[in-house]
Nanobody, 128 residues
């Protein structure tokens, strides 16, 4: 099972990036029935929740720090999601990880330990 995260890069403050997460493998080749989320981890800090989408309902959830700036969405393919990041700030600098899990209750979806599958991370650097 693999989650492939892509789309990171370096931008100036106020710029935009689009991250993608794609699943492949025998046990996870579709996000149907999964919660798919993005977490981020800055150097020396814990891995923090950024956003999540429940595939079946399309309901989305965001951390307060990215609300109104980031948008997580389903891609056309069953095994892919995107996250548009606008008005990026230097404090958004981190390695971004996508994760997928089944049967995660709402109150737990911000907890990294609830997710079964993780991507390798893609680095986002925002300069001031």
């Amino acid at each position: 099972v693999q989650l492939q995260a892509s789309g990171g890069g370096m931008v100036q403050a106020g710029g935009s990036l689009r991250l993608s997460c794609t699943a492949s493998g025998r046990t996870l080749n579709s996000f149907s029935a999964y919660t798919v989320a993005w977490f981020r981890q800055a150097p020396g800090k814990e891995r923090d929740f950024v956003a999540a989408i429940r595939w079946s309902s399309r309901h989305t959830y965001y951390s307060d720090s990215v609300k109104e700036r980031f948008t997580i969405s389903r891609a056309n393919a069953l095994n892919s999601i995107n996250m548009e990041m606008n008005n990026l700030k230097p404090e958004d600098t981190a390695v971004y990880y996508c994760a997928a899990g089944k049967g995660i209750i709402l109150s737990a979806q911000r907890t990294p330990g609830q997710y079964d599958y993780w991507g390798q991370g893609t680095e986002v650097t925002v300069s001031s």
